[in-house]
């Protein structure tokens, strides 16, 4: 191929991950509670009082409060829908306190919004919802401290933001309390698992059984984040709490066989499935008989003696109607991290090296040279500039380019929208039936594409931000500008200078190894001590580190297609480093089964091979040519030679990509 035709098809690729849409159920319930929780308050208010811009004002500033509560309600767990809405409102609430009270004041504000931009730039050592809540602090520090909302006094404004985000959050405390009755998520999350599962031993072909295994993957990942994120002390004690954790830990010996079967690619018998899915339902449902065991095994012994456990552990819950489950069952679950040691490790990552710092560092520069051209050119809606950086310029939240990219045609075609609400809608019923709309969309593309979330938040923002405003007709063309100006202001300080953004393939390097080293450390456990109650745990961390690996090259591939290319090399490793630990776990569940020892010689081989190979990554050398045994390990061995020259082939290209070849 030549050098033009493989830069068009790089050009094509990189679009193509710009305007991917991900797959996402509807969230129908998160869709009722955010358009009735954004729309009440500014419709109340266009309702009762149309021509009072004070009041329209006020119910606009309520909205606001309710759009950020809406934009946090994540989570399947009650209990972490509210923590992360509540953090998100009060932070937001803060912040709009501070740009209050620096509000006219120009080196105040500056002063406020570059001290505003360091600390969400910090929060993102911390966890994801607190570096999510803190660019709401950071928005409406720089919104506030712009922004004039013409109320009698300016201190009513964060009174009426925070009350309308108490009002979006009191709605979902409500629904969730209706549905954490029965643990409604939970089962849900639970249930999802033993699906999950069915579809990975019916698979049918190689490309079936690698997306199965994925989504199996992250039906794991996303059970026990959702059981651990909902343990209390009341729940822990709660009898229906305790059977979902037992049904999930039974499920471990039957995830080791089903990658052990799709690994030898074996069929597996019909009365097999259909307990696996009679399982999900009755999770689903405890209202409904339990499944009885199936008589079938289809000649696999690990799949036959796992499934036994599973119907061990369902017979002995639902046997019981009252009191707690049995002793002797499984209902260990992951620590959650507590805040001292969140606190802990942001400390560590700030103090360990320069990488977080220039993250910090350049949203600190984008947002002062923002805040000082909106001062010196005197723009009349400032904020807008400051919206704009501080919602591109996260690196956390992914590709800095393709969010700005993202959001500049989002809010183009946003505007389009806005100017239309704007000019030919009147202030009415029929204003706040679009804004009904536009809210009830924004769960529905949240999880889809940064550019389509714009497209819908950009009119959403025009109506409810300058709703109280007589004359309108000079904001859309300022929305577009300002956002206009914010992108390249990212893009020119924030992106294309620094040297981190060109190298930012070699950084993938270090998850990489990570993950080889951590497979290490599962085969020989797993190898050597297949019944070692870690066994599962390490398998489900190596997994989620594979699934985390995998989402930080689709983020990197919204770079430009000199980066993304670059970024998208390192797929092949990951997915031989895949095939490596279903390899260990097929063989592990085999001599389980068997009763049958792996070889002591060969087990240190394999890991030391892996240890070589998270070296190699790290050093950026060639991997040593290890012989590898045979025997009782000849899968996991041609799946290391495979990982080995995958490595080779990326580091050439890498090489060759540096010369200009």
């Known amino acids: 191929m030549s050098r033009i035709a493989h830069a068009v098809e790089e050009s094509k690729a990189w679009m193509r991950a710009l305007t991917r849409s991900q797959r996402a159920p509807i969230p129908w319930d998160r869709v009722a509670l955010t358009a009735v929780g954004i729309t009440a308050p500014v419709g109340l208010a266009l309702l009762f009082a149309p021509t009072n811009d004070a009041v329209i004002g006020a119910g606009a500033l309520a909205s606001m409060g309710a759009l950020v509560a809406s934009a946090m309600d994540l989570g399947s767990a009650g209990i972490e829908r509210v923590h992360r809405m509540a953090l998100a409102s009060m932070m937001a609430t803060i912040g709009f306190g501070i740009g209050t009270a620096v509000h006219g004041h120009v080196v105040a504000t500056l002063v406020a919004v570059i001290v505003a931009a360091l600390l969400s730039g910090i929060s993102g050592a911390i966890s994801a919802t607190a570096s999510k809540s803190a660019v709401y602090f950071l928005m409406y520090t720089v919104t506030a401290a712009n922004a004039d909302f013409g109320l009698s006094s300016p201190w009513m404004a964060p009174l009426i933001f925070f009350a309308g985000a108490a009002w979006r959050l009191l709605l979902t405390m409500a629904a969730a309390a209706y549905e954490g009755r029965e643990f409604a998520p939970e089962r849900r999350a639970v249930a999802r698992v033993y699906d999950a599962i069915v579809a990975q031993l019916s698979a049918g072909s190689a490309a079936g059984r690698t997306a199965a295994g994925d989504a199996l993957t992250g039906a794991l990942n996303d059970a026990y984040d959702v059981l651990v994120a909902a343990r209390t002390e009341l729940a822990a004690h709660d009898r229906r709490w305790q059977t979902l954790v037992a049904v999930l830990n039974a499920s471990a010996p039957v995830v080791d066989a089903a990658i052990a079967a799709a690994e030898d690619e074996r069929d597996v018998d019909a009365e097999v499935l259909d307990y696996l899915r009679g399982v999900a339902a009755w999770v689903s449902n405890p209202a409904r008989p339990a499944p009885s065991a199936p008589h079938a095994s289809g000649g696999d012994p690990a799949l036959a003696t796992s499934i036994a456990h599973v119907a061990h552990v369902v017979s002995g819950v639902s046997a019981r109607a009252s009191g707690p489950v049995g002793d002797g069952t499984d209902l260990a679950l992951p620590q959650a991290p507590t805040v001292i040691g969140r606190l802990r490790g942001a400390g560590r990552a700030l103090t360990s090296g320069t990488e977080l710092w220039n993250s910090i560092l350049r949203l600190v520069l984008c947002i002062a040279v923002a805040q000082a051209l909106c001062a010196a050119w005197q723009l009349e809606r400032p904020y807008l500039v400051m919206l704009t950086v501080a919602q591109?310029?996260?690196?956390?939240?992914?590709?800095?380019?393709?969010?700005?990219?993202?959001?500049?045609?989002?809010?183009?075609?946003?505007?389009?929208?806005?100017?239309?609400?704007?000019?030919?809608?009147?202030?009415?019923?029929?204003?706040?039936?679009?804004?009904?709309?536009?809210?009830?969309?924004?769960?529905?593309?949240?999880?889809?594409?940064?550019?389509?979330?714009?497209?819908?938040?950009?009119?959403?923002?025009?109506?409810?931000?300058?709703l109280h405003v007589s004359d309108s007709s000079s904001l859309v063309e300022a929305r577009l500008l300002d956002t206009l100006l914010g992108c390249a202001i990212v893009l020119v300080l924030g992106y294309l200078p620094w040297p981190q953004t060109w190298h930012a393939p070699r950084h993938l390097a270090v998850p990489v190894a990570a993950l080889a080293h951590a497979i290490s450390v599962y085969a020989r456990v797993a190898l050597s001590q297949p019944d070692d109650p870690d066994r599962s745990t390490l398998r489900r961390g190596v997994y989620r580190r594979i699934s985390d690996l995998r989402t930080t090259v689709a983020k990197a591939l919204a770079e430009p297609p000199a980066i993304s290319a670059a970024s998208a090399s390192w797929l092949p490793e990951v997915a031989a480093l895949e095939r490596v630990t279903d390899a260990v776990t097929a063989a592990a569940t085999e001599a389980e089964a068997s009763g049958a020892a792996q070889d002591a010689e060969a087990v240190d081989a394999v890991a030391s091979a892996l240890d070589d190979l998270a070296d190699a990554i790290t050093a950026r050398r060639r991997p040593v040519d290890v012989e590898l045994p045979g025997g009782v390990l000849p899968a996991v061995a041609g799946d290391l030679a495979t990982a080995r020259s995958a490595l080779i082939a990326q580091q050439v290209g890498a090489e060759r990509r540096v010369k200009g070849g």
Not at 413 to 436: F, Y
């Open 392 to 466: 591109v310029m996260k690196p956390d939240f992914g590709s800095i380019f393709g969010r700005a990219v993202q959001r500049g045609v989002g809010t183009l075609i946003g505007v389009a929208i806005g100017a239309l609400a704007v000019a030919v809608i009147p202030r009415d019923g029929w204003q706040i039936l679009v804004i009904l709309i536009l809210a009830a969309s924004m769960p529905i593309v949240m999880p889809r594409n940064y550019g389509l979330y714009s497209i819908v938040t950009t009119p959403l923002a025009v109506l409810l931000v300058e």
